[in-house]
Each structure stands twice: as structure tokens, then as C-alpha cells.
């Protein structure tokens, strides 16, 4: 089987990352019972697969890619994964102005690709 891209490596190792930081950051969100000391252990212990997903992530795609569209590439897989998060794991619903919001963002990310 033949080795992937490393810019198709690069935003799955990302899309991966960001799943784990998501719940990370936002999953305890849904555990009102447990103690704040007992939730950010469990939070760095999830962000730790985040960081072995992220690394990799940035070394194989740094040349590929510049480090601002890296980061670039890491937001807006952020936002996207985000919203598949609210939605699906705490239940709320995606506004217009979040859509509007996130679209302007895009945008803005298309900019840091443009090379004219």
C-alpha cells in the first residue's frame, strides 16, 4: 500500500488531533458532578493523544506547507470539527451567525493560500 501525501497526512494527522483537543477542552462541559481538579487531569490526559497526533502532524507537513498556512489548515480543522462537536455531543443548534461567522473566517483562511 502506498504512503500517502504528506499533505493528505498532514490534515488527517490534524483531524485527528483536533478531535482529542476538542474533547479535551470542551467534553467535560456535559459532567457537571465531577471536581475541576479531577477534570483538567483528564483533560491533559486526553490532550496528550492530541500532541502525538500534532507533532507528527506539523513535521511532515512543515516544506509542504508554510507555518502560517499550517496554522492556517489547524483553525479552520478546528472550527470545522467544532461544530460537528456542538452539535453532535452537547446538542446545540448551529445559528446563522455562526455560519456566517465561520464563512468569513474561510475566507480570511483563503487568503493566507492565495499567491498572488
Keep these: 500500500m502506498p504512503a ?10 490534524l ?3 483536533n478531535v ?7 467534553g467535560h462541559l456535559k459532567v457537571k458532578h465531577e471536581k475541576l481538579w479531577v ?4 483533560s491533559w490526559g486526553i490532550a496528550f493523544f492530541e500532541y ?3 507533532v507528527p502532524a506539523n513535521r511532515i507537513g512543515y516544506g509542504v506547507f508554510s507555518a502560517a498556512q499550517l496554522k492556517t ?26 455560519i456566517v ?9 483563503g ?5 498572488g
Design 52 to 54: 502525538c497526533l500534532m
Design 111 to 115: 487568503f493566507i493560500f492565495y499567491k
Design 20 to 26: 482529542f483537543m476538542t474533547f479535551a477542552w470542551y
Design 73 to 98: 489548515i489547524q483553525e479552520v480543522v478546528t472550527l470545522s470539527v467544532f461544530v460537528l462537536f456542538s452539535v453532535f455531543y452537547l446538542g446545540e443548534a448551529i445559528r446563522w451567525t455562526h
Design 15 to 17: 483531524i485527528g488531533s
Design 4 to 13: 500517502l501525501p504528506p499533505g493528505l497526512m498532514t490534515v488527517l494527522l
Design 39 to 42: 477534570l483538567i487531569l483528564v
Design 101 to 109: 461567522g465561520f464563512t468569513l473566517i474561510a475566507l480570511g483562511a
